[in-house]
């Protein structure tokens, strides 16, 4: 595609369940970020994918957080047992680093509702 | 760790007034790039710097990177509503070319 997509766009959810987010970077881009972003707050790593590097998992803040990648394409973000402190746009970003344009190109993000 | 500092958090201005937000990384980076989210949006590319003590302007902004390649600047001369948003500035860690964020500074036009 034209760009970075996420679905779904807005996600409402009980507290406890389980979500996937999806991510569709730019065809090439062997990196993938996904942050979260609180209202109001500035953007929070939750992980990083690089070609076959291992991920940089570090950012994740619990084990109910996971996040996987298939080679250079889709990637799913996975939060179980969700809580209302998960509450927050989730970000996609994708990038062609080592090119000489690092430049990240973002989704327009998950807006996430747990009730 | 490696670290990228961002002031101020917020700036309010009156329009027409000129904004400047700096970041500043605990390390040396081999470049710089900034992006604006408008409010309700996704953090958009504005420019990347490379050379140290580069200068770009992008009509009424302008972009610095140190001398050191450790600091960099956004300044926006005479702001515009259009000009409302928050602004990052992000660097490059390792070799695996992560990219460490600022905390963004937030331009709010006074009514």
């Known amino acids: 595609g034209a760009g970075v997509s996420q679905s779904p766009s807005n996600k409402v959810t009980e507290k406890g369940k389980d979500v996937e987010l999806r991510c569709d970077p730019i065809?090439?881009?062997?990196?993938l970020y996904w942050y979260r972003q609180r209202l109001g707050q500035g953007l929070e790593f939750l992980i990083y994918?690089?070609?076959?590097?291992?991920?940089?998992k570090s950012g994740l803040p619990s084990d109910r957080f996971s996040a996987e990648r298939t080679g250079e394409s889709v990637s799913t973000l996975t939060i179980q047992r969700t809580q209302q402190e998960d509450s927050a746009v989730y970000l996609c970003?994708?990038?062609?680093?080592?090119?000489?344009?690092?430049?990240?190109?973002f989704g327009s993000g998950t807006q996430l509702s747990v009730l | 760790g490696q670290q990228v500092m961002q002031i101020p958090q917020y700036q309010h201005v009156q329009e027409g007034e000129d904004f400047t937000t700096y970041c500043n990384s605990s390390?040396?980076?081999?470049?710089i790039q900034w992006y604006k989210q408008r409010p309700g949006g996704h953090p958009v590319f504005l420019i990347q710097?490379?050379?140290s003590g580069e200068v770009k302007k992008q009509k009424r902004l302008t972009f610095q990177f140190g001398e050191a390649k450790k600091n960099s600047s956004l300044h926006i001369t005479a702001t515009q509503t259009t000009d409302v948003g928050t602004y990052f500035c992000?660097?490059?860690?390792?070799?695996?070319?992560?990219?460490?964020w600022g905390a963004g500074t937030k331009l709010i036009i006074k009514p």
């Open positions: 970003a994708s990038s062609s680093p080592g090119t000489g344009n690092e430049k990240l190109f």
């Open positions: 065809s090439g881009h062997t990196a």
């Open positions: 994918f690089q070609g076959n590097s291992a991920p940089d």
């Open positions: 390390t040396t980076l081999s470049n």
């Open positions: 710097l490379v050379k």
């Open positions: 992000a660097g490059p860690r390792g070799s695996n070319y992560q990219l460490i």
